[in-house]
């Protein structure tokens, strides 16, 4: 008959440097297996970034000032490639007053609208950071000036916006309030 008692298990012994094995025994311990090392994990991520494409600043212009008077009901990031999609935007966002599409050259230039929506002052206001063009798209980030406490400012409905346009690139866009999440 087998004993159901608990077997006694084996002293390990102390490491130690003449053993060579972590837990003092050659049957019972695993050999250290050495992994990669620190310039090969750099190097690949090095390599991983590089193949990702990098990014550069991209020329824009501004062309806000030549938008009469728009007012849009809700936040916007597009890009148009077409004067008829921007036209066809603006009639929808505003049925009835929207404001006439200013002079772009669509055969070689895209518009890019942002817009943040209604704010309840004059105190507001987008203002460009950075254009920049990656592999994929062009990336825009945008930062909107709030006021401060005890800023003259009139309590009237405001609707700050930006409208650019960028060299042709059929790239996708990616538009980010700096200090958002």
Known sequence: M????????RRTRRAMAAFAYRCGSRRSCTRRIRTARRCTCTSAAVLM???CGSSHALAFKDVSRQLRAPEFPRSVRSIFKTRAKLTDYLARAMPGHAPAVPPIDFARREAILIASGPRSSTGYALRVVSVRETGSEIVVIVRERTPHLGEPVAARVTYPFLLLTVPRSGKRLSAHYQGRP
């Open 49 to 51: 970034l590089a193949a």
């Open 2 to 9: 087998q004993s159901t008692a608990i077997p006694p298990f």
